[in-house]
């Protein structure tokens, strides 16, 4: 009977053994998600590169920067479709910059401050991006003024997250970044046809 219980033990220890062995395996080698590079992994979306920092970090200004345009709307604005624009706008981007941000704090990256309003480097640097200026004029806009300054800006605006997602969408690596930057490339390029036609281009 002794002898049975330490066939069992040893049978035991060594499926256990090796259970613990593919885990190991399955896992990289490496319990905090990094693989042998050093870049974060995640499960199913693979790892992330350059490209994908930076789309993360000027995606995130030029979304609030939006964000802060279309906050202007509800107050400065007199078209009812352009509120409601502003509305969408608002909805669809805050999210998205929470999105970013979290990306971002995941690869151990600083997430960018917030320069909303601020005449900064990023406004000539980044496409789309408005000057102090250029938001000093919306801001004191009303009326009908404001309605067609703020959609001639917004698709200005818009045309410049178009161009970086497509640089992502060719450049990037991560998966979920490409993702979000092709339904930028789709939500915001209608939203630039709309706009248009509101202005009367079309």
Known sequence: ?????????????????????????????????????????????????????????EMIQHHRQAVEMAGLAAGHASSAQVKSLATKIEGAQAPEIRTMSGWLTSWGEQVPEDMSGMDHAMSSATPGMMSEADMGKLEKA?????????????????????????TEKADGKYRPATELAAGVITAQSAEIAQMDKMLGKS
């Open 1 to 57: 009977m002794s002898a049975q219980r330490r066939f069992v033990r040893r049978t035991v220890l060594a499926v256990t053994a090796s259970v613990a062995a593919l885990t190991l395996a399955a896992c990289g080698g490496d319990g905090d998600g990094k693989a042998s590079s050093g870049s974060r992994t995640t499960t199913g979306t693979g790892g992330h590169n350059a490209a994908d920092v930076s789309f993360s970090k």
């Open 142 to 166: 009303s009326g009908t003024g404001f309605d067609a300054l703020f959609l001639t800006m917004m698709v200005e605006h818009h045309e410049g997250a178009v161009d970086m997602a497509r």
